[in-house]
């Protein structure tokens, strides 16, 4: 089966031992978020309470999760580390890369010729180093993962923002780049700063028109985008024991949209139906037995004041039906505003697109509820005025929607299905007349609504809501209908007004599926080829670095002082260059092609110095790694924040940049950079940044001396012959000195292997 309840047992069997000693290192009851980490330590227990957005902490989580467009990279960084198979549990999940255009089946089959060189890969490697792997068609990473492997108290990351989902099944589940999924399956620990903790608390019950959906909307509006940096949200009250399993994957899901961690429920009877719905009684039986660890203790819900950082308190009884948008999913209007707002702020008031469904809102309760709108609209002869369509979050959903006549329904209103996938929420929606820019407006069930994300049109204007809202809206095309007062006419021309959606929480008939998509690996993959073509331009194995030759560096050019903000974005670009992720040599002439030089402000534009001329950045790289003459990227404060994407490290270190020296780093990315061989240095004396000139040579001078806490000396050889010897630190402990020596940390794993 596709889910391990020997390694949940494994979990289960040291829960209550754990939980005791941490509650007894603390002092006073705890809530589920800590008993979860303090759980997943990789170390031993220490000897003082972690420091709530401070500490650094090791994490031993007990799943990985990765999406197609990441895994590429995380997988060829994986077979690196000389490893017969993955350290835990891992899946990879094909659901980035598929266009919704004309629907399900004909867009499967496109996609699948379009990108059979990455899901070839994927599917050998998984096979390879026993990783499930679910075919394209399958499903939405997160909500295959909540069907099948999400477990109460578990602890699991994936390379996706959007991994917190599973936080609807209890567990504390963190969206992370590739490189911290290469260490988890190499068996290495996984660091995070300890967490800050939100409690939200929910009275009241949800009814009406009112969603899951509208108690993470209204969340998102009193914290905003950034409220939730750090923290991991803890949902309770009655209110969170009152929504479905899936609702409550809902509310986690768009954590991720305020910034959070991750979001977690306790444990409770909505997630035991859940489990046994889809097969996994024994889980439900497991988590039973050890439930007052799967949730706080009474006194944390009691008390929240006490033991959270922060409690914002929702009387679901209240709550109305949100619209968040446009442009960000913070910007929260209850529904009886909206008509209001959109007037004043000359929002297009005509809704052209309604769609549901993506891995935010496409469980069957979700669709159940949206459906029997539809069949409304149906029964009561009303036209729909826009355009609709569905993307379901899994092949499970799908048939079972199917089977109990849903898509029929959709389809009598004109509802499009899109295939089991990401399509329009990722802006893979080959949406007919986007590119005429036209201001228009699109309401949706997803999570995100940044300008272009859905159709590449900066002038459509998302919006954000429930399925049952997003079809209402659909239904009377336009922004001013408020279905909970407001009537429509209909084909006799009769004022009909639609009633408050209803739904199952779970079929009454049980989820069914014909073939869901899973591929289980090989039980010994040790002969299994995995499948990369050379002449590939989207793929590539993985060359090993090259170890440290023990020497100082010495001649080293300077490639670009960048001035100012450097994120990963300006270090590592997206957008086109995205179908290069699988291809290090490829993706590499995006080096840092949006830093802006500080010599001339211009972004892409610097000096080679062994010609004199002006050239792009990768170009000029690539001649001083030809001509075998080694090279320094300096920069600015806070150098690499943004994502963790480890392109960002990669890309230097394989095009031969030796060092990176800033005057301060973000962290993910100082960490990568270690993790690829690199040497990332902070100037001792920031105003030395100003000391490095545009000819400059670099030597280090006591590079062969490089310790744990020890500065280092660079000496700067000017164009006019003057030197001077600045002073750098770093922050490589003894370990990541040794990754330093070997290459990279693969290379140490590797080495330590053999
Ligand atoms: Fe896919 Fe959108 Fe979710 S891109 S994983 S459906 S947030």
Redesign the pocket.
């Known amino acids: 089966m596709a889910f391990d309840i020997d390694m949940i047992r494994g979990v289960y069997a040291h829960l209550a031992q754990k939980v005791d000693n941490t509650r007894a290192l603390l002092g006073r009851p705890l809530t589920l978020t800590e008993k979860i980490l303090y759980a997943h330590l990789a170390g031993e227990l220490p000897t003082n309470a972690f420091d709530r957005g401070k500490s650094y902490v090791d994490f031993k989580p007990d799943r990985v999760a990765m ?1 197609d467009a990441t895994a590429q990279m995380a997988l060829l960084q994986f077979m690196q580390a000389g490893k017969a198979t993955a350290a835990v549990p891992s899946t990879v999940h094909a ?2 890369l598929i266009q919704a255009k004309t629907g399900a089946a004909n867009d499967l089959t496109i996609a699948k010729d379009t990108n059979k060189e990455v899901y070839d890969f994927l599917s050998s490697v998984c096979n390879k180093y026993g990783i499930g792997f679910w075919k394209p068609g399958a499903g ?3 909500q295959v993962v909540l069907e099948n492997y999400a477990f109460p108290g578990g602890m699991m990351i994936g390379t ?1 923002s ?1 991994t917190v989902n599973a936080g609807g099944l209890g567990m504390i589940a963190i969206g992370v780049g590739g490189a911290d999924a290469v260490d988890v399956m190499a068996g290495m620990p996984w660091e995070l700063k300890f967490p800050k903790l939100i409690g939200v608390k929910l009275n009241g019950k949800l009814n009406g028109w009112t969603s899951p959906k509208d108690i993470i909307l209204k969340v998102a509006g009193i914290l905003t985008v950034k409220g939730g940096t750090g923290a991991v949200v803890e949902y309770f009250g009655e209110g969170a024991t009152s929504i479905s399993c899936t609702g409550k994957g809902t509310i986690c899901n768009m954590g991720a949209e305020i910034g959070a961690t991750t979001s977690t429920f306790g444990y409770d009877e909505s997630m035991e139906r859940y489990l046994r719905a889809t097969n996994r009684a024994d889980v439900a039986d497991a988590a039973n037995a050890v439930k007052q660890h799967l949730t706080a203790d009474p006194e944390v819900y009691a008390n929240p004041e006490k033991f959270f950082d922060q409690v914002i308190e929702i009387d679901l009884n209240k709550l109305e039906p949100h619209l968040n948008g446009p442009f960000s999913p913070d910007l929260a209007t209850p529904i009886s505003k909206v008509a209001d707002e959109a007037r004043k702020n000359g929002w297009p008031l005509k809704v052209d697109v309604g769609l549901i469904g ?3 809102n496409s469980s069957y309760e979700d669709i159940a509820r949206a459906a029997s709108i539809a069949k409304q609209a149906v029964d009561k002869k009303l036209t729909v005025k826009g355009e609709f369509s569905i ?1 379901p979050g899994s092949e499970l959903v799908r048939y079972t929607i199917d089977r109990d006549g849903f898509i029929n329904i959709f389809d009598k209103i004109g509802g499009k299905v899109f295939a089991n996938a ?1 399509g329009p ?2 802006g893979m929606w080959a949406r007919m007349g986007a590119e005429k820019q036209e201001k228009n407006t699109i309401v949706h069930s ?3 609504n940044f300008a272009k994300r859905a159709d590449g049109n900066p002038n459509t204007f998302a919006f954000v809501a429930s399925p049952e809202v997003v079809t209402a809206l659909a239904i009377a095309g336009t922004l001013e209908f408020n279905p909970l007062t407001d009537s429509l006419v209909n084909a006799d021309g009769q004022k009909v007004m639609l009633d408050a959606p209803a739904g199952d929480e779970l079929p009454t008939k049980g989820f069914a599926v014909e073939d869901n998509g899973y591929q289980a690996p090989a039980a010994d993959g040790s002969a299994v080829n995995v499948a990369v073509s050379p002449v590939s331009d989207r793929l590539q194995l993985l060359e090993p670095f090259q170890p440290w030759n023990g020497k100082n560096i010495a001649g080293a050019k300077l490639l670009i002082k960048a001035q100012g903000k450097c994120t990963t974005d300006h270090i590592s670009m997206a957008g086109p260059w995205l179908k290069y992720r699988g291809h290090l040599d490829n993706i590499s002439n995006n080096m840092l092609i949006g830093a802006v030089n500080a010599f001339n402000g211009e972004t892409n534009k610097v000096k080679n110095q062994l010609d004199g001329q002006y050239g792009e950045v990768p170009a000029v790289q690539r001649a001083y790694k030809a001509a075998g003459v080694p090279s320094i990227v300096v920069g600015d404060h806070n150098y690499g924040e943004g994502s963790s994407r480890e392109h960002a490290a990669m890309e230097p270190r394989h095009l031969g940049v030796k060092a990176v020296l800033v005057k301060s780093f973000a962290r993910i990315h100082e960490t990568n950079l270690k993790k690829q061989g690199m040497l990332a240095l902070t100037f001792a004396n920031e105003a030395d940044y100003d000391k490095i000139m545009e000819d400059d040579t670099l030597n280090f001078l006591d590079l062969d001396q490089f310790a744990p806490g020890k500065a280092l000396a660079i000496e700067l050889v000017h164009t006019n012959g003057n030197k001077e010897v600045i002073m750098v630190n770093h922050t490589y402990n003894l370990q990541q000195i040794e990754w330093f020596k070997a290459g990279s940390a693969l290379n140490l794993i590797k080495l330590q292997n053999h």
Do not use: E, G, M
């Open positions: 999406q659901d980035h939405i990473i997160h996706d959007h993506s891995c935010t993307t990401c929420c990722i997803f999570n995100r």
